[in-house]
């Protein structure tokens, strides 16, 4: 789910049995909120970003891209395998 404000994720959270992956000092905040540890996954999934040619990118879009780069850099650096490869045709922006 992606949402414009951290408010509106909240309010959802709150009235469903979804759950959500926000910062830590978030949940924090809150009382009636719980912050769960994640721990690395036993299995490996391949995942792939997506999008339409020259869509419109939120800010919050832009920064997971900028984020899956960076892990994907991390992880061909100590797995020797090529990740990065094809993350590299995203644009960061629409300029």
């Known amino acids: 789910m992606e ?6 994720v909240l309010t959802v959270i709150r009235g469903t049995p ?6 830590a000092a978030i949940a924090g905040q809150y009382d009636d ?5 994640l721990k690395p996954a036993l299995l490996q999934r391949t995942a792939c970003l997506l999008q339409r040619q020259g869509a419109w990118q939120s800010a919050a879009a832009r920064e997971f891209i900028a984020l899956a780069r960076e892990i ?3 992880l061909e650096q100590e797995n020797g395998q090529a990740l990065y490869e094809d993350l590299r045709h995203l644009p960061t922006s629409l300029d």
């Open 72 to 74: 994907a850099v991390t």
């Open 18 to 23: 979804l759950a959500t992956l926000l910062p």
């Open 33 to 37: 909120l719980v912050a769960i540890e």
């Open 3 to 8: 949402a414009n404000s951290i408010g509106a």
